[in-house]
């Protein structure tokens, strides 16, 4: 069976490219054919006459499947700010018809595709479509990373509300402590959990270094 899902955070900087890439990390372990997705980079360096993004080159190396780069990063900007604003720098629009037939062939290469959006879950993507359309247009779960500091828990009900009044689903939500000095931090795990009626996935622990690899067993706790 064909599976994938949408990773979102409550913020940008919070840890999706860390969960997704562990996600897609984890599928391939199970010897499922497992591809990540970035359909917009912002924030990319020039080599050899391509656009190369950090988190692209994790999803890639979590992957257990070649695809063309193109596929796997429709849309790569070299500013790293917000994706509408370095589309109108760099004279270009960011197209949904072109990101869904993206996902298309890398689902016909897979067994799953983890894609991965940039930002949190509003943001704009031009004038008119955000980060939330994208989601919708694909029309697969999300999963929610909330990035545990202070403000946590209010962005995390407002992602939550926002994903659910468009008619997605919502898979479940991971806990990321970015901070490890964190005031009251179960106490915060705590509301959540009881605040968000969808699955609580796991914690991620603070680490100057983390590592896709050592991240929960997600897969497992996902309502497949």
């Known amino acids: 069976m064909k599976q994938a899902y949408f990773v979102t955070g409550t913020d940008t900087g919070v840890g999706k ?18 591809l990540g ?20 080159t994790q999803l890639i190396a979590a992957s257990n499947v070649q695809a063309p780069v193109k596929l796997v990063n429709p849309y790569a900007f070299a500013p790293p700010i917000a994706p509408h604003i370095a589309a ?16 298309m062939q890398l689902s016909a290469l897979a067994d799953v ?22 989601a919708v247009k ?17 962005h995390a009900l407002l992602t939550v509300e926002a994903i659910q009044s468009r008619g997605l689903k919502l ?10 000095d964190m005031p009251v931090f179960e106490e ?3 509301t959540l959990k009881l605040q ?20 929960p067993a997600l897969i497992s706790k996902l309502p497949i």
């Open 17 to 34: 490219t860390l969960i997704a890439s562990a996600l897609v990390y984890q599928f391939a372990q199970q010897d499922l054919k497992s």
């Open 37 to 56: 997705m970035k359909p917009i980079a912002a924030g990319c360096e020039l080599v050899d006459g391509n656009f190369v993004n950090e988190d692209v």
């Open 88 to 103: 109108q720098q760099a004279g270009a629009t960011i197209s949904l018809d072109v990101i869904a037939d993206a996902f």
């Open 113 to 134: 595709v983890i894609v991965e959006g940039a930002g949190g879950f509003c943001v704009p993507l031009d004038d008119h479509a955000t980060m939330a359309d994208l």
């Open 138 to 154: 694909l029309n697969i779960p999300v999963i929610l990373v909330v990035g545990m500091r202070l403000g946590c828990i209010n």
């Open 171 to 180: 898979a479940g939500w991971v806990a990321n402590q970015l901070d490890p």
């Open 188 to 190: 915060n795990i705590a």
């Open 196 to 215: 968000i009626k969808s699955p609580y996935l796991g914690m991620v622990p603070w680490s100057p270094q983390p590592l896709h690899q050592n991240t």
